[in-house]
């Protein structure tokens, strides 16, 4: 019976270990997707049906073309980066390239405009604000733009964004 109980704790931890290697892959974290499965492979390969699996995933994982591609280069390259991303719903690594754009553009209003929808995408709100601050600030046509965003939604009943985009 004992012996039992430790096969079914076993192939418990196993499935709890390929769901989390699966969320990864969801996710896009193909790098710590790639580790989990193989360590997942090492770790219960008593389990063939689901190792197979694993190995598929593995399979997927691996084939997937770099998202690195070639260096970026000034400020257009960052921008269209960042506009791609934001598109992919990767809002972290919009974030990463708009960073990089006001390193080029430190004025660009645009740039500040899309990093306050990614922090505001990202749950940021504060953030997501201040930046929408500086925008406006920088254009005063971005507060039009804000109060009409689906992506701003979230932000439109907040007290400070109607401050900021003068909907008081």
């Not at 076993?10 to 790639?34: I, N, P, R, S």
């Not at 593995?58 to 998202?67: E, T």
């Not at 719903?89 to 004025?107: M, S």
Request: positive net charge.
């Amino acid at each position: 019976m004992r012996e039992q109980r430790s096969k079914k704790d076993e192939y418990q931890k196993a499935l709890a270990a390929f769901g989390q290697a699966v969320k990864e892959f969801q996710k896009g974290e193909f790098d710590k997707a790639t580790a989990a499965f193989k360590d997942f492979i090492e770790k219960y390969p008593v389990d063939k049906e689901v190792v197979d699996r694993a190995k598929a995933y593995l399979a997927i994982v691996q084939k997937r073309p770099k998202k690195d591609g070639p260096p970026l280069k000034g400020f257009e390259d960052h921008y269209r980066f960042a506009v791609a991303r934001i598109n992919q719903k990767d809002y972290p690594g919009a974030v990463k390239a708009l960073e990089k754009a006001l390193e080029y553009k430190e004025r660009e209003g645009l740039v500040h405009y899309l990093l306050a929808d990614a922090h505001c995408q990202m749950g940021q709100t504060d953030d997501a604000l201040e930046l929408l601050k500086k925008a406006i600030q920088k254009d005063k046509s971005f507060a039009v733009i804000a109060q009409n965003e689906p992506d701003f939604e979230a932000l439109w009943e907040d007290k400070k964004f109607k401050l900021i985009t003068k909907l008081v």
